[in-house]
C-alpha cells in the first residue's frame, strides 16, 4: 500500500472518530450525564493533532497513536459495562483498532519517502 492511499484512509478514519466522538461527548453534555467542562475534557485531546493529521505530517501520525489509546480504554470500559451502547462502543473500537495499526504505519512509509529517522551513530 502507498503512504497516498494510507493517508487518506487514516485521515478519514480519524475525522470520522472525531466527528462520532465529538457527538457523542457533546451530546451527554448537554443531556447533563456529564458536565459541558468534563466533555470538553475529553474532547480537547482528540483535537490537539487535527492540523498535522489532515497536512500528513509523519511525526503528528506516529504521536496521535498515543492519544488514541486513551479513547481505545474508553470504547473498551463502555463494550464492557454497557448492553445499551454496545454498538457505539464496538464501531469506537474497531475505528480506533484500524487507526493505531494505520497511523504507526504511514508514519513509517512516509518517513521513510520524506528520508526523516533516526541518524546512525558515527564511529
Known amino acids: 500500500m502507498n503512504s497516498t492511499r494510507l493517508f487518506h484512509l487514516c485521515r478519514a478514519g480519524y475525522l470520522a472518530l472525531v466527528l462520532m466522538l465529538g457527538v457523542w461527548f457533546i451530546n451527554k453534555g448537554i443531556t447533563g450525564e ?6 470538553a475534557m475529553w474532547l480537547i485531546p482528540m483535537l490537539l493533532p487535527l492540523k498535522g493529521i489532515i497536512e500528513g505530517k509523519p511525526y503528528t501520525y506516529a504521536w496521535a497513536s498515543y492519544i488514541i489509546c486513551l479513547y481505545m480504554l474508553h ?21 480506533l483498532g484500524a487507526l493505531l495499526i494505520g497511523f504507526p504505519f504511514y508514519a513509517r512509509i512516509r518517513g521513510k519517502e520524506l528520508g526523516l529517522g533516526l541518524k546512525k551513530k558515527k564511529k
Not at 463502555?78 to 462502543?89: D, G, P, Q, S
Request: proline letters at 0%; hydrophobic letters at 65%; glycine letters at 4%.
Open 34 to 39: 456529564y458536565s459541558l467542562v468534563f466533555a
Open 75 to 95: 470504547g473498551l470500559t463502555l463494550i464492557y459495562v454497557t448492553e445499551e451502547h454496545f454498538l457505539f462502543a464496538l464501531i469506537e473500537v474497531l475505528l
